[in-house]
């Protein structure tokens, strides 16, 4: 098991930025992944950013070059800077962690986090 809090969401303008934090409730080296995803109202989850078990990183099309993915293991947390944000960001953000591998893979997910960006 593990717990996923969230913090560090928020309502900024177009061009702002933003930090996110996810805290987990033990150690997330061992993890097969860790990262983030957002859901905007009427549109599916999608991945934003994640780590793998191999140490690389994922990060959707739209956020390259804006936001960072980044964790501090000694903590149990995982942060999202998001820089340059826009409108189209704006949904709520939800940490995740798997654990496992294949078909013994299992979610967690954090309560979610508002983003907001006005134009």
């Known amino acids: 098991q593990v717990q996923l809090v969230e913090s560090g969401g928020g309502l900024v303008q177009a061009g702002g930025s933003l930090r996110l934090s996810c805290a987990a409730s033990r150690s997330i080296f061992s993890l097969s992944a860790m990262g983030w995803y957002r859901q905007a109202p009427g549109k599916q989850r999608e991945l934003v950013a994640e780590f793998t078990s191999g140490g690389s990183t994922n990060y959707e099309d739209s956020v390259k070059g804006r936001f960072t993915i980044s964790r501090d293991n000694a903590k149990n947390t995982v942060y999202l800077q998001m820089s340059s944000l826009q409108p189209g960001d704006t949904a709520v953000y939800y940490c995740?962690?798997?654990?496992?591998?294949?078909?013994?893979?299992?979610?967690?997910w954090g309560q979610g986090t508002q983003v907001t960006v006005s134009s």
């Open positions: 995740n962690a798997k654990d496992g591998t294949g078909l013994f893979t299992f979610n967690y």
